[in-house]
């Protein structure tokens, strides 16, 4: 076989096959509405292959833009300071303020809080991740937050530390600023932060066209070598080229190497966190 008659084919066929799927991308992000097909879509991941990107999760379709509605939240400080601190009977909490017992401290701000503990004690030793996730929920029940609107997003284990980080979850959104972030050690909780808007409400706007999730990935020319893991999409804060963004409807791409991106479902512009 002439290899380098073949390798000529192939680049080609490549060439080719860019050329087609950039113009329906650019068809799609000027209002041409192109929906790709399921052979431009099986082809998406034939582009995405030759970057050295692999795939390892379903690419969603596209989804409507809507608009959330937030409502007033008022968290119960004493109860949390209580069920974190120990029950005491303590003056009004106020914000910004470190209220620290023993080798604990909270300190709350606005719709979120900060705990850590330098030496915790609990009852019973943390052994294992499911040890440590059901210590670390029990404390939670306790404090009054609505623990129960978020959904664990990575966990993780070494040298009998475990990581947890939550997000809320509302009607398939994901609200990235929205969320539990837990250390726990063999010994109890060390350090637990939580922030919370309370999303009263959801209005979807059917006739709003967002970026298809497949043309995300066709213009994401700047990441190579590396396997996705999940693609989701939700609401949060971020910059674009430093300009602040709030409540943004955008897709988050995660990557085996743990990191992960944001991009505008409006526009498919790349965006920064704050």
């Not at 401290?105 to 009852?123: C, G, L, T």
Request: hydrophobic letters at 40%; charged letters at 30%; aromatic letters at 12%.
């Amino acid at each position: 076989m002439d290899w380098s008659k073949a390798k000529n084919i192939l680049l080609v066929v490549f060439i080719v096959l860019n050329s087609i799927l950039l113009y329906n991308n650019y068809m799609a992000f000027s209002g041409g509405g192109i929906i790709l097909s399921d052979e431009l879509s099986s082809n998406t991941l034939t582009v995405l292959a030759s970057r050295g990107i692999g795939v390892n999760c379903e690419i969603p379709s596209a989804a409507k833009g809507a608009t959330l509605i937030f409502g007033q939240y008022l968290e119960d400080r004493h109860k949390i300071a209580d069920a974190l601190l120990g029950s005491k009977a303590r003056d009004e909490i106020e914000e910004g303020k470190i209220i620290g017992e023993g080798t604990k401290e909270i300190i709350f701000h606005d719709n979120s809080f900060e705990f850590k503990d330098d030496r915790p004690m609990a009852v019973e030793s943390i052994t294992d991740l499911e040890k440590a996730r059901m210590m670390l929920e029990g404390a939670l029940e306790k404090t009054g937050i609505p623990y129960e609107d978020f959904k664990i997003e990575s966990k993780f284990a070494k040298d009998s530390i475990y990581r947890f980080e939550y997000k809320q979850v509302y009607e398939d959104y994901i609200l990235f600023d929205n969320y539990i972030k837990a250390e726990i050690g063999a010994s109890g909780i060390k350090k637990l932060d939580f922030k919370y808007r309370n999303v009263r409400g959801i209005k979807k706007n059917t006739t709003q066209k967002t970026v298809d999730a497949y043309q995300i990935l066709l213009k994401m020319t700047d990441i190579k070598n590396v396997d996705i893991n999940n693609i989701d999409i939700g609401y949060g804060d971020f910059s674009d080229n430093d300009i602040p963004l709030f409540d943004v409807l955008a897709w988050r791409v995660r990557f085996s190497d743990g990191s992960e991106s944001f991009y505008n479902a409006f526009n498919g512009q790349k965006l920064s966190l704050p």
